[in-house]
């Protein structure tokens, strides 16, 4: 099973996916958390995140290499989420075709994964070419991540619409 | 009765909810207009809005405190809108809490409500922290709007999408 | 036949609106391309767009007039797309009536178009006047269309959502 979470900032997203996770999962799931902490603003608001989630997930961490972490589990791995980890990877140098093919391979696994990702795109294009590209980037990986779920979640406002 | 419209900038929320407004009350409703008057071109906007209103409407004043305004009716009551008045209280050096606490207490009075809210997280996240700071209330205050309103609608090129 | 594909940037609407317009097409239909050439990286990714349709199309190159160039035919029109169109207007000096007149007089055309449009508009409002008239002559020509289209889909992560 596979399934994607997408909204904007704040549509409560991630508290929907940690939720639907845990109705899903018949053991304790597994917590991906793909942040770097780049700044203190994103340290603060990700003990925020850790604080909220409590013991109930077992929390991995892996800012690039998600392929060599999800591996065959018997419980459910939420990834935290898959935009922060298209910019981890950019910032690192790694191109478009590196993460398609991390997303490829995950997507063929027998794995049951809930992927999290920002909806960026419902605005005027960029004056900043690295903008553009990251914003470019993260509406293919979500393309690409819709078609192979089974199951897809518009978040607004809280509210989880399905569209697949 | 509480209701929400959410929907990104010119999606035609307002003008939707309006008619929604006058569809379901059976008395002449009431238009809570929140803006300040910062600049001319908020004026302008303001003044096309109240001509497009007419006198259908009965016009209430109130960019703060929508919960000293806001009392027992037996007409609906829009809120015209509710980013205007966070972006207010913002301003006026109001905390998330103030803004919490006022819609916590509109939600549980018996008073017919129709809030109007912009979507405004489907973007990258600005590299202006005040920005940031509206983007994340504005989205968490959607939220909880949301899950206090009976009936909640997505408007998409002047679509109501009926999401709850 | 009208349609309209809205989505934001890479939400797969191009693509889905040319294979919607592929299967109810019964001759070659024709791609009216609205794209002016400012700069190189619009050039590549008009190449690659290029490549991508192949000769499944006949393509009609027209970045201003649109009513001149589609006319009776019996074969559907692909515009691909009205918000670059919109670009193109403001840029040369048209008024928002131009433009809505231009749409009108299509709408009002027994010809089959599939109009594919932007939404630029679920972010905070820009500090910058040109984006902020871009932003909502975007958004009322999106409503403007919607309301002739027979069909109006919103095109998230790839996904077709029918909103009417």
Redesign the interface.
Known sequence: MKA?F???????KSKNAEEYVLKHSKKKPFYLATTEFFDD?MSVKVKKHQTQRGDKFITIEESLQLSKVIKSQDSIILVECVSMWINNMLYHGFSEEDMINQIKELSSRHVDIVFV?N????????DN?L?RK???I???I??L???TCQE?Y?T????N?K??
């Not at 909806?119 to 960029?126: I, L, Q």
């Not at 607004?156 to 509210?159: F, R």
């Open positions: 994607l997408i909204g904007g900032i704040k549509s409560g603003e990702i909806d960026v795109g419902c605005c005027v294009v960029s070419a903008v990251f914003v470019d993260n509406g293919r979500s393309q991540l819709a078609s897809v518009n607004v406002a809280g509210i619409v569209i697949k």
